[in-house]
C-alpha cells in the first residue's frame, strides 16, 4: 500500500510539477523502485491520454470536414480498410468502400447535409463516443431504385446523433455504430407522420 508521502508524489507528478524535491539520498532502493514505476505509470497515462485526444480531433475532423464536404477519398484518415460499421437500423457494413456507399446517398437528396459540433466528445483509451446533430434540407428528388424517386420537400431536417467508434493501434477506427433516430428524420422531411 502507497503512503502518504508517495499518494503526494504521484500527485504532483500528475499535474506535471513537484514542488519539493526529494534527495535521492533520502529515497531508499525500494523506494527509488517505487518511484521509478511511478514515473513509468505517469507516462503510460500521458501516452494514453495524447491519443483519446488525438482520436478525437480525428473524430471531429471526420464529421465536420471529410463527412460534411463529402471528401470520401479522405476517410481512410478515421477508418480502417476493413473497418465494420454498425447502422441504426441493424444494418452492418464491412469494409471502407461498402460504408462510403451507405453514406453518399443521403447527399443526392440532402447535398447540404452537415455537421457542425460535438456537443459530447468522450475517449477511454481505445475509445470513444461522440454526439452532434445532422442538418440539412430535402431539396432534390430522393432515388428510391428502379429509376423511380420522390419530390423533394424542400423541408429540412435536424437530427440528433451518437457514434462510438473503436480505434486501433494504427489510429483509425476499426468498428464503428451509429446511432441516429430514423423515424424522426422521415416525419422532419415529411415522409412519415
Known amino acids: 500500500m502507497m503512503n502518504a508521502k508517495w ?10 510539477s513537484i514542488t519539493t524535491q526529494v534527495s535521492a539520498k533520502e529515497l531508499s532502493s525500494a523506494e527509488k523502485a517505487e518511484l521509478a514505476a511511478l514515473k513509468a505509470q505517469v507516462a503510460e497515462i500521458a501516452k494514453t491520454r495524447a491519443t483519446e485526444q488525438a482520436n478525437l480531433k480525428n473524430f471531429d475532423d471526420l464529421d465536420f470536414n471529410v463527412y460534411s464536404g463529402q471528401k470520401w477519398d479522405e476517410l481512410g484518415k478515421s477508418h480502417a480498410k476493413n473497418i465494420t460499421v454498425h447502422y441504426p437500423d441493424g444494418r452492418v457494413t464491412k469494409g471502407l468502400a461498402s460504408h462510403i456507399e451507405e453514406l453518399k446517398p443521403m447527399f443526392v437528396f440532402a447535398p447540404d447535409t452537415r455537421i ?78
Open 116 to 193: 457542425k459540433e460535438h456537443p459530447i466528445r468522450i475517449a477511454s483509451g481505445e475509445w470513444t463516443a461522440v454526439s452532434g446533430t445532422i442538418t440539412g434540407t430535402f431539396s432534390k428528388p430522393m432515388p428510391i431504385g428502379n429509376g423511380k424517386t420522390i419530390a423533394a420537400t424542400g423541408k429540412p431536417f435536424s437530427i440528433g446523433m451518437m457514434t462510438i467508434g473503436h480505434w486501433n493501434k494504427a489510429g483509425v477506427m476499426d468498428e464503428e455504430w451509429l446511432m441516429y433516430d430514423n423515424q424522426s428524420f422521415m416525419k422532419q422531411i415529411g415522409l412519415a407522420q
Open 7 to 16: 499518494v503526494y508524489i504521484a500527485s504532483a507528478l500528475l499535474v506535471g
